[in-house]
């Protein structure tokens, strides 16, 4: 019941690849505790969750996890619990960043074979230092002084800027 009403209510309010990553992680969750009262689920139950499902997949455990902290504090929202969140205080698994740079001859023959607009944004990319996701939702919301524009970066919300290089100033 509250994972559907978290389905109708909350789902409409995410980004689409979220709302698909959710829909996996919330399979594994309702396996394990679907059938259980919300307010039967304590720390030691998240625990072994976690350690079962982190010897197959650790990151998604993380993910998991979190969904289901979120999906609690919405039923505590909501009135069908005045509980504690479980998942306080149970640590997740730790996480690497990914490592893998492409080299310049990768780089190279990726390029030489893509469309024009796609090479395009591969050089964007490269002399901004930006991911794909934040180069795509960079937005030119009005330009500052010494041709400063604004930028939002969409994942984190910071709102950074990023200064061009003119080779060449026009006349004016």
Not at 17 to 26: F, G, M, V, Y
Not at 54 to 73: C, M, T, W
Request: hydrophobic residues 35%; contains cysteine; charged residues 30%.
């Amino acid at each position: 019941m509250i994972a559907r009403r978290y389905v109708r209510e909350v789902y409409p309010t995410k980004a689409i690849r979220t709302r698909a990553d959710n829909d996996k992680e919330l399979i594994h969750l309702l396996r394990v505790f679907g059938q259980m009262p919300i307010d039967a689920i304590l720390p030691m139950h998240i625990r072994q969750y976690m350690d079962l499902r982190g010897q197959v997949a650790p990151a998604r455990a993380n993910r998991e996890k979190a969904l289901f902290s979120h999906i609690f504090n919405k039923a505590r929202e909501w009135g069908y619990t005045a509980a504690q969140n479980p998942c306080q205080g149970v640590k997740g698994f730790k996480e690497r960043g990914r490592s893998r740079y492409i080299t310049d001859v990768e780089f190279g023959q990726v390029k030489a074979h893509a469309h024009f607009t796609v090479v395009d944004a591969m050089d964007l990319a490269l002399l901004t230092g930006q991911r794909r996701s934040q180069d795509s939702m960079r937005r030119h919301s009005g330009r500052r002084a010494l041709g400063h524009p604004k930028q939002d970066r969409g994942e984190t919300g910071h709102r950074g800027n990023w200064r061009t290089r003119r080779r060449y100033r026009p006349h004016q």
